[in-house]
């Protein structure tokens, strides 16, 4: 709130933690629909096809349930973003509410954790798009695929959040599209005995019911969710206040979870083998095509690969390397990476080289992990575990900043949820893919390493700060 000793800057001011004001230098264009739209995008309408057959054999045949478990379970952490976005309006996503919240340091530690799951994504979407590209046209390499996704989405971003806000709106409507053809041509196949007709087998199967193997389906099935909370980072850029960055962030999640439910519980009921898919998985990933080919031939199933390839290598792609981009940008703006990655583009109000540095990033990583034979499969893993364990310190940083610093007696909102969210992502994380455990504790002591150097050299973490009128 105002007060006398401090002069007003408006609510888009913030004072950094030494005393220094920071006005953000992004635009506010974006309201309710636009940050809807981003989040849809981000996570993709149709992004179980192309996980759809992994997520089926780890869940004993109940991808819906994995689903549904991973929704609920995200929808705490995205109240516990809604709080922090409340408190904190900036960009920078678990990176500043971890760090404001609890403490500079951690808030270093949390970035570092969801960057291991920003700088990723990107790379693992024009891999699989690319791969995906390939198979419908051999005469083009997955490299070649891979250099043409990156440069136009980096050309397409450069241009603005305006920019990728229209283009993304049209990708978005045409996914929905495709996913209103597979419904209803789904769901006439087994109104007409195709498959194996109406059942709650998808959602709730007694016979294979276990709770590690759910989970661990959960751990998988997260990746389609993860994105949800790159809208948190547009928060400098969004129109309507905090309030309507929780709106969007709730909205997107549940709307995003019917999709996948809606989808996976069809296919699941046109596998044509489902003993065989359970014993052996889906090492090709062409498990829901089957099920597409199943249900009305050859053509829906390529129309379903390939608006899932230009789904991941170009939508969803092109707003993950926005969102990372405003992580990288925010973290140096306080300083915490170099600084020629916090430069804003006057013309066009994005940080020109911090998308630049994302492509570069994403390219390099997707043909090292296109050379590799378990590449996608690594990349997943690496980045499921990432983002749990940054939205397990975001519950935390919910409880410290309102419970213990705020003195809040609302023990629902600031305690009761975030902890119910924190249990839930732990156990998913304890199930998760034991090399991805061991890859993502070495990146965390590289980031430890990392910290340790930036207080030798004098340059301790220091946040941009709180906001000058900031919600209770």
């Known amino acids: 709130m105002r007060t006398q000793s401090r002069p007003y800057l408006g609510t888009n001011a913030a004072i950094t933690n030494t005393g220094r004001y920071y006005r953000p230098e992004l635009r506010r264009t974006l309201g309710f629909g636009a940050l809807l739209v981003y989040g849809l995008i981000y996570m993709v309408p149709i992004a179980p096809m192309g996980i759809f057959g992994s997520v089926y054999a780890s869940s004993g045949g109940m991808p819906a349930m994995a689903y549904l478990v991973g929704m609920v379970a995200l929808a705490f952490t995205a109240a516990s973003y809604a709080q922090m976005v409340k408190a904190f309006p900036l960009a920078g996503s678990v990176y500043n509410y971890a760090g404001l919240g609890i403490g500079a340091p951690v808030g270093f530690l949390a970035g570092w954790l969801i960057l291991l799951d920003y700088l990723l994504v990107p790379s693992l979407l024009y891999l699989v798009a690319a791969v995906a590209m390939h198979s419908t046209v051999p005469a083009i390499p997955v490299w070649l695929w891979l250099i043409g996704f990156v440069l136009l989405n980096t050309l397409v971003n450069h241009r603005g959040i305006r920019m990728t806000a229209r283009f993304t709106t049209v990708m978005l409507v045409g996914e929905l599209i495709v996913l209103a053809v597979f419904v209803a041509v789904a769901v006439y196949a087994l109104a007409n005995g195709r498959g194996q007709g109406f059942s709650w087998s998808p959602l709730f199967n007694a016979d294979t019911l276990s709770s590690s ?163 996608i499969a690594l990349l997943s893993s690496l980045i499921n575990f990432g983002a749990l364990s940054a939205f397990m310190v975001l519950h935390l940083a919910v409880i410290w900043h309102y419970l213990v610093r705020k003195r809040s007696r609302n023990l629902f909102t600031h305690l009761l949820v975030p902890a119910t969210g924190f249990a839930i992502l732990a156990y998913v994380v304890i199930n998760a893919n034991v090399a991805a455990q061991k890859l993502a504790f070495v990146w965390l002591g590289v980031g430890i390493v990392v910290l340790a150097a930036l207080y030798a050299a004098g340059r301790r973490p220091e946040l941009s700060g709180l906001a000058v009128k900031e919600g209770a």
């Open 213 to 375: 193997q759910v989970f661990a389906a959960v751990s998988v099935a997260v990746l389609s969710f993860i994105g949800f909370d790159g809208i948190s980072m547009l928060a400098e850029e969004n129109t309507g206040g905090a309030g309507q960055i929780g709106r969007a962030m709730a909205a997107a999640l549940g709307l995003a979870g019917l999709l996948f439910i809606a989808q996976t519980w069809l296919a699941s009921l046109l596998v044509a083998d489902p003993a065989g898919l359970l014993a052996n998985g889906d090492p090709e990933g062409t498990a829901f095509y089957d099920s597409a080919r199943l249900a009305s031939g050859p053509w829906l199933a390529t129309l379903c690969a390939v608006a899932t390839a230009i789904a991941w290598g170009v939508a969803n792609s092109m707003v993950a390397q926005v969102a990372t981009s405003r992580l990288l940008y925010a973290m140096a703006r306080d300083r915490q990476l170099p600084k020629f990655l916090a430069k804003v583009s006057a013309k066009h109000s994005v940080p020109m080289n911090a998308l630049s540095l994302t492509a570069f990033l994403s390219l390099a990583i997707g043909l090292y992990m296109n050379w590799r034979t378990d590449g």
